[in-house]
């Protein structure tokens, strides 16, 4: 009875949604499967620094697939919001509106985060090598200078470990576009958060979701894309005041 209600449910699913979750899972379960591969699946598809050695403009897609198999709960989430509001938006739109969509979000949020890398991985360089040395940031930069000038093969090399150890990976930045799509498209639609009973309106509650990200870019201080996130939702945004100045937000023709 369970494998015949799993089947109908997938079956009932509109396709570009339901391929793109069968994908994440089965990349998802090949990491958990087989550790030393998952590690390389991470390191080829994940989203590196422009500049790196390991950086594939390939990724700018291919890290959307790609979740870390010690967190089953980053996996969950995506996908569950994925079926969510994707299978709504997929209905209203069309499969094809809505892949590229999708896509166009992810590669959006990828394209955010390679700025804000670019704007401030040497900061962080040069902050790490303060740190670690006991001296200050403006005697850190000096240092790094002068090693710049003189073509320091230890500097060099040091750089471009530093640069590698760049990665994103997830389908956040994506979904994060479709929460917005939702919330636009049905914006007093009542949610509910997990373990919190009471409804917030869609409208409302991407507006929060957007200020948290915000916030946590700036000051976090943890191993989370928030840009990537605000980077879907923007490159959403764009896709969406377009479509609605056209009157065809809620219509399924791409024109």
Known sequence: MFRNGFSGFMAHMPPVTKNLIIINV??????????????TIINVLGLHLLGAHQFN??????????HASR?????????????MFGSILERIWGSRRYFIFYFVCGIGAAVVQEIVWLSTWMHD????IAKMNGITFEHARQIIDEAVKTHDVSF????ASFKNSF??????????GLLLGYACVFPNQPLYLFFIPVPIKAKYMMIGYGLIEFFLGFNGGDT????????????????????????TLRGS???
């Open 26 to 39: 089965i990349v998802w379960a090949v990491e958990a499967i087989f550790p030393k591969f998952g590690n």
């Open 167 to 176: 990665v994103t990976i997830g389908a956040s930045g994506a979904v994060y």
């Open 253 to 255: 023709s791409f024109y």
């Open 57 to 66: 403009p390939i990724q700018l897609i291919t890290y959307m697939f790609v």
């Open 224 to 247: 989370i894309a928030h840009f990537a996130h605000l980077g879907g939702m923007l490159f959403g945004l764009i896709f969406i005041l377009y479509w609605r100045k056209k009157g």
């Open 156 to 159: 060099t090399n040091a750089i």
């Open 125 to 128: 360089y040069t902050s790490g």
């Open 71 to 83: 967190n089953p709960w980053h996996l969950l989430f995506n996908m569950f919001s994925l079926w």
